[in-house]
């Protein structure tokens, strides 16, 4: 069974409106969450990597003020839209590892396909 | 350089056919290697951890060459359910970065 899970798996809403996905992990307590943004036909990009209490971390390009990350629990991620404009419509997944044990697996989210109208 | 590069592909086989998949790594620090499968509009899910002895998975056998900073895949017999996007991952101090992804497509 998903030991990360997303939420919502889809989503349509209007230009200028803020969205929020939620990543939860359900089967350990994640200190660190990714999030990445994945445009049709290309490959994964990493957004951020969120840190349970602290302030996340952005990739070069990406808004901070736009894409509001909050990790305030060791269970829970959320990344908030803000603002959505179509250009922003893309499938955002998020991933969670263990810290329990080093250099596994990231788990990934079932992702949210975010449609800005 | 990009941290992880792959074969940019795509690869187009016929069912039965042999591919294999490259990628190599920049970080010699790098602690751990996987493939991950990414089927269309869907999360990646992992295919197999990959160990410098090598391992092989049924069809699917990877390997490790961290003197060269290398990773393969291989897949034998492939089927139609095979055709997906294979990425290879690697994993630094629980740092994962992806490479682009490799796209397979299987034909009768």
């Known amino acids: 069974g998903a030991v990360v899970s997303q939420h919502p798996s889809w989503v349509i809403c209007k230009s200028g409106t803020s969205v929020k996905i939620e990543c939860r992990s359900l089967?350990?307590?994640?200190?660190?969450m990714f999030w990445y943004r994945q445009f049709p036909k290309q490959s994964l990009m990493l957004m951020a990597t969120?840190?349970?209490?602290?302030?996340?971390?952005?990739e070069q390009g990406v808004e901070k003020d736009k894409f509001l990350i909050n990790h305030a629990s060791l269970t829970l991620s959320t990344l908030t839209v803000t603002s959505a404009h179509p250009e922003d419509s893309s499938f955002y997944i998020c991933?969670?590892?263990?810290?329990?044990?080093?250099?596994?697996?990231?788990?990934f989210g079932q992702g949210t396909r975010l449609t800005v109208v | 350089r990009k941290e992880v590069e792959q074969d940019p592909g795509p690869f187009n086989v016929p069912e039965g056919a042999t591919v294999a998949f490259n990628c190599t790594y920049s970080n010699s620090a790098s602690q751990s290697f996987f493939w991950y499968r990414q089927d269309c509009r869907k999360e990646p899910k992992l295919l197999m951890s990959?160990?410098?002895s090598g391992n092989e998975d049924g069809r699917f056998t990877a390997q490790l060459n961290r003197a060269s900073q290398y990773i393969s895949l291989l897949i034998r017999d492939s089927k139609l359910s095979d055709s997906a996007t294979y990425l290879c991952?690697?994993?630094?101090?629980?740092?994962?970065?992806f490479g682009a992804g490799t796209r397979l497509t299987v034909k009768p």
């Open positions: 991933s969670a590892l263990n810290p329990g044990l080093m250099n596994t697996e990231a788990f």
């Open positions: 991952v690697v994993n630094i101090n629980n740092d994962m970065r």
């Open positions: 089967d350990f307590q994640a200190t660190t």
């Open positions: 990959v160990y410098s």
């Open positions: 969120s840190n349970e209490g602290s302030k996340a971390t952005y």
